[in-house]
């Protein structure tokens, strides 16, 4: 009995292995485990082919779907081909993405390969990622988040309610999401939330791919936005796309090379003002060879920021039957409308600008303007970043001694990052070799714009035209005050004690010296910003630097030669207008009479003045090398401009900044105190109305 049971036992044990093997193997030999990991639980989950180089998880396991993961290793495009013919007509979010990611693979790959095939699967990515993104959409609840169009199809204009609750501005995120579920519908595409973090890689797919096209495009020439783009595969097939241009103020011809945001790295601006969304950052050159206007010009090295949107049809995103490359202005377009949806647009408005700032002149001419202004004749004048806008107010910037326009590049890159801002101003410069007197510039200055108004607007049909802000840095301060009042004959008595009309002179001569000493109010401004403006003499006039400089600076040859004019015609009348006698640097000394006469005069009707005013701490050492300042503070200081020639009676407000003379209008808080002053003025302005 007991050699029975044995040899049952081996038999009945081999039965139970052969059925276990059996359930095994119907079971696919599969067994779910879980371990403890030191990773995050769901990285996997949020990794994608633009970081891992890997298709993500989610892609891989909608092929898994499809059975389609094992044909995707061994025949990709045979694979690819499977899946979007399965999934064409009613495609889920999932999905999407995953013939996003599956084509930029796809177009890695040939590109790794030199195959013109690239550039048609990043547009496919590029379309893909398209339909996703406008199905779970974005949306600002600011409404001063985007500018659209009126029915002109200029921008439309902030209104006073809006200008009143002006602020920062927040941005919320909004869709078209069932009540109580998670999901969006648009046009029979179902789309995950804004939450899932496929929705950023696939902006991110979006953007990449698109620019892949680009450069593609660029390699056979720059892009013409009045001709089709054209893009051909090796398979002897190509893709048109049309091109449209929307909210430049630039004419067609006036555009130029195109080069991409991302290959620059900007360095000597601490902020960066790039927005996230749709799209790639492009920089676009004016090109130099058309003409500008008389009385004003541009920059020949100017760029201007341009984001690229390829706008897919509705319907056949695919297709490229109706798809459209457009070319936005992100200065009037901060989002746009795609399927029902409204995305925000990828921006870059720091970089184009800075690009030409860095090819150009600017920062040499500041040195010959100071030493020679004859050199610089054929330079100086007004210059614009942007074409003339009817109904946008003029902030003019005047720069101080030993400058160029280029010392505002701070504070106009954070004034024109703000949206209202950029939507009811437009900024000007004004270059000038800065050894001249004060009143040969303000003389040019009113000359110059006198002829741009009759250029710009003969009939004096622009109201903003007469409402024009002067911000005047240093020397520039006092050249704006200049624009704002009457001479008589007060100016002429400081060179003069002869009356002007009973001296003898040619009549060029007498055109030229009423010109400078005899004036007006410019009734075009209305507001004045003066910031470390030394309207009781500078410091500077006593520095060592400054005294040799006035030895070797040339005055302009007209206003001397008019000058020995008037002396060689009148002898027994005396005339001090001579190289000395006109230069910045001793027209600055304190106590100077032209400088008190100023100060002194009261200011036109309807004119407001605002102080912005440096001071440092008294303990900061390098003050005391150049100024008379004591070490326990007795009088403060921008280490230029003692706070008392700076300070200026009977002006709107005066505001003090923590910074030294050389940078206080490139201080943060001087930016928000002409932002604040630019708001109450268009407050002011909406008011009149």
Known sequence: MANSQSLKSPIRTSAILKLAALFLLLAGCAEVTVHRTNSELTADW??????????????????????????????????FGRLRSLTVDHAQAEQ??????????LARKADDNQKQDAVFFYYLSAGFAYRYVTAAGTASNSPLAASTLDGRGEPKRT???????????????????????????????TSLSTFDPHFRLACDLYNTS?????????????????????????????????????????????????RFC???????????????????????????????????????????????????????????????LELLNPIVYQTTQANGTTIPLESDLTTPLAYGLSRSDAYVLQYEGFLSADKLQHKMGIYMLEPYQPGKIPVLLVHGLLSSPATWATLFYDLRADPVIRQHFQFWGYLYPTGDSYFLTAADLR???????TELDPEHKDQALDNMVCVGHSMGGLVSQLLTIGSEDSYWRLVSAQPFDSLKMEPGTR??????????????????????TPHHGSSLSRIGVARLAEKVIRLPKTILQAGRDVARENPDAPIMIDGKACTSVDLLEPGSPALELLASQARSDGVHYHSIIGVLPPDESWINTITPVSRHGKEKSDGIVPYSSAHLDGVDSEFVVPADHMHVHQHPLSTLEVRRILLEHLHQEVAKK
């Open 46 to 79: 949020r990794n994608s082919l633009m970081g891992t180089s890997r298709l993500s998880a989610r892609t891989l396991q909608t092929l898994r779907h499809f059975g389609l993961d094992e044909d995707y290793s061994e025949r990709p495009v045979e694979a």
């Open 447 to 453: 000359q110059r714009l006198a002829d741009l108004r």
């Open 511 to 532: 055109q030229e010296l009423q010109r400078v000493f005899f004036f007006q109010p410019q009734q075009s401004v209305r507001r004045v910003i003066f910031i470390g």
């Open 96 to 105: 999407l993405f995953a013939l996003a990611e599956i084509s930029y693979d």
């Open 262 to 324: 991302s290959d620059y790295q900007v360095s000597g601006l601490e902020n960066r003002y790039h927005a996230y969304g749709l799209g790639v950052p492009l920089m676009c050159q004016r090109s130099p060879e058309t003409p500008a206007m008389t009385h004003a010009t541009f920059p020949r090295e100017l760029y201007f920021p341009v984001t690229a949107f390829l706008r897919f049809d509705e319907s056949e995103a695919d297709q490229g039957a109706h798809d459209r």
């Open 210 to 258: 698109l620019s892949k096209c680009l450069r593609a495009a660029l390699k056979s020439g720059r892009l013409d936005p009045n001709q089709p783009v054209v893009f051909h595969t090796d398979r002897g097939s190509s893709l048109t796309l049309t091109i449209e241009r929307h909210g430049f103020p630039w004419k067609p011809e006036e555009f130029g090379e195109l």
């Open 159 to 189: 209104s006073e309610k809006q200008l009143a609750n002006a602020a920062p501005l927040t941005e919320t995120t909004s869709g078209d999401e069932k009540a109580g579920g998670g999901f969006a519908e648009n046009k029979g595409v």
